[in-house]
């Protein structure tokens, strides 16, 4: 491992546990990235034109744009034509080895490259062989793709959107679907090391994203369809409220939730109006606010519109009612208790320069995540991770002049 890009992984929880990891774009990479701040080793294999996330956003270099940045921490890159032979079975010499093997397009892709779990479990009986894709496989739509806004669509979130709005079906504004899925097969891999470690065997785990997040998004919305027959049309009335948004204040908007029997008690003291919490029935109990949502909602916009949001932000806290200011792109990094947890950081990284980064979130008494590597280069650790198995000079040399092995600049070209 270079010096350059290697910062104390061997205390991570998951030092040891070597990753080959093929995929791209979002949902593989983050949950490959979480894995590796755990102190996993993830080789990244990177196509000849490597991963299409790194031409996405602002960058001073090609190749390494922010969302890439940023979902690709504490990784090694290596840069391989897989649709050569020898490429192909270069991969499978590093598979040799591995503890998982990581890929996110639908089987039938694998299955052509001949990296099918069959094929991989051949050479490796402990291997944990990883998809995330679109839909499980024993269904028609097992070959289909998927992407994260057909998936909003699919699962519900955009029509629940409307719901909400009262507007037409809406995407929400985040790759939620990406993340979710993949943090679902985190889970997924670390149960996995956890059963072989007692039957020595592995095995394949499919983790459909439509599947995934049909269960996550009817956890909360599936209501009276829970029943047979049918107590309702489904659907939580607290989330789908037009009025469960950030409320406008007389200076911007605050985010308060006035949930409990003690909250609203304490609310309508502080309001100097305690005598008509118990008059009116539609505030007695978690029950009678459910059903009453909409209007009490628009009631509690009307009254903090009458004050500032700093006056609401002392108000509210004080009487131990959950509030929070509405915070932007800017206005996130002056937040104190960010600031106290010390979440946002600087690195330097070798190519591009200073870089705001943002810590792994969990906290741990002895061995906590960490970001372990820089954002690697496309390719840029080819040459160590092959030695590291086996290849001789020769055969690396071999490997770079038939185009199986892409081999870049230490540097990017600037843009």
């Known amino acids: 491992m270079s010096a ?18 093929v995929s791209s774009v979002l949902m593989g990479p983050y949950a490959t990235q979480l894995l590796g701040e755990m102190g996993a080793d993830i080789i990244k294999v990177e196509a000849p034109k490597g991963d299409v996330v790194r031409l996405i956003g602002p960058s001073r270099h090609d190749g390494m744009g922010p969302i890439f940045l940023n979902t690709n921490r504490s990784k090694r890159s290596i840069s391989l034509d897989l649709k050569k032979e020898s490429g192909r079975e270069t991969l499978l010499r590093l598979i040799e080895t591995a503890d998982v093997f990581f890929y996110n397009v639908r089987p039938q892709a694998m299955a052509r490259l001949g990296l099918a779990y069959e094929e991989l479990a051949a050479i490796n009986p402990g291997l944990i062989y990883v998809g995330v894709f679109g839909y499980g496989q024993d269904g028609p739509y097992a070959a289909k793709p998927a992407y994260d806004d057909l998936m909003q669509g699919a699962t519900g979130v955009a029509s629940f959107v409307a719901r909400s709005t009262g507007g037409p079906p809406r995407y929400v504004p985040l790759a939620m679907v990406d993340r979710i899925t993949g943090m679902a097969a985190v889970n997924a891999t670390l149960a996995a090391l956890y059963e072989r470690s007692a039957s020595g065997k592995g095995q394949r785990i499919d983790v459909p994203m439509f599947e995934t997040m049909v269960g996550f998004v009817f956890s909360d919305h599936l209501g009276g369809l829970t029943f047979d027959p049918p107590l309702d049309d489904g659907g939580y009335a607290r989330l789908l409220s037009p009025a469960r948004r950030p409320y406008k204040t007389l200076d911007g ?31 007695a109990s978690l029950k009678t606010r459910s059903e009453y949502v909409d209007e009490i909602y628009s009631e509690l916009e009307a009254i903090l519109f009458t004050r500032t949001t700093s006056e609401w932000m002392d108000l509210l806290s004080a009487v131990d009612i959950p509030v929070t200011p509405v915070h932007d792109s800017v206005s996130i990094f002056e937040d104190e208790h960010l600031a106290a947890v010390k979440y946002f950081g600087y690195e330097d990284h070798p190519s591009e320069g200073r870089l705001r980064t943002f810590r792994h979130p969990q906290t741990w008494s002895r061995t906590p995540p960490r970001h372990g590597r820089t954002v690697p280069l496309q390719g840029q650790h080819g040459i160590e991770i092959l030695k590291e198995h086996g290849f001789s000079d020769r055969e690396i040399s071999d490997l770079a002049q038939s185009g199986a092995l892409i081999l870049k600049d230490s540097g990017t070209k600037k843009t």
């Not at 350059?4 to 080959?20: E, M, Q, T, Y």
């Open 253 to 283: 908007y605050i985010c308060a939730v006035v949930y409990t029997d003690q909250q609203w008690r304490s609310f309508y003291k502080l309001l100097g109006r305690e005598d008509e919490l118990d008059t009116d029935p539609r505030l």
């Open 4 to 21: 350059d890009s290697v910062r104390d992984v061997a205390a991570g929880p998951l030092s040891g546990v070597k990753i080959v990891d």
